[in-house]
Nanobody, 121 residues
Framework: QVQLVESGGGEVQAGGSLRLSCAASGRTFSSYAVGWFRQAPGKEREFVAVVTSRAITYYADSVKGRFTASRDSAINTAYLQMNNLKPEDTAVYYC???????????????WGQGTQVTVSS
């Protein structure tokens, strides 16, 4: 069993930065991939990034070069550093854990509560 608690959302102006954290409990967290997803009002949840158990990262084209996913397995925490934020990045952001890499949200077993990110123009 893995429990995820997110923090770090907020409101910033376009061009600003935020860092999201995803703190996990559970002995097996280090063996899980951590995916980041977001959902804007009226839209489907979409893949943002994933960091594997070996810290290999993959990104959606819309955030590549601006967002960086990472993890610190020693403290069971994953991060999403978001730079050069744009108004279209506004959404509720979720972290999720799954034993294998996946870009598809239904695959993920465990989810954080979500954190709101609002980017104003």
């Amino acid at each position: 069993q893995v429990q995820l608690v997110e923090s770090g959302g907020g409101e910033v102006q376009a061009g600003g930065s935020l860092r999201l954290s995803c703190a996990a409990s559970g002995r097996t967290f280090s063996s899980y991939a951590v995916g980041w997803f977001r959902q804007a009002p009226g839209k489907e949840r979409e893949f943002v990034a994933v960091v594997t158990s070996r810290a290999i990262t993959y990104y959606a084209d819309s955030v590549k070069g601006r967002f960086t996913a990472s993890r610190d397995s020693a403290i069971n925490t994953a991060y999403l550093q978001m730079n050069n934020l744009k108004p279209e990045d506004t959404a509720v952001y979720y972290c999720a854990a799954y034993p294998r890499i996946s870009y598809v949200s239904p695959d993920y077993d465990y989810w954080g509560q979500g954190t709101q990110v609002t980017v104003s123009s």
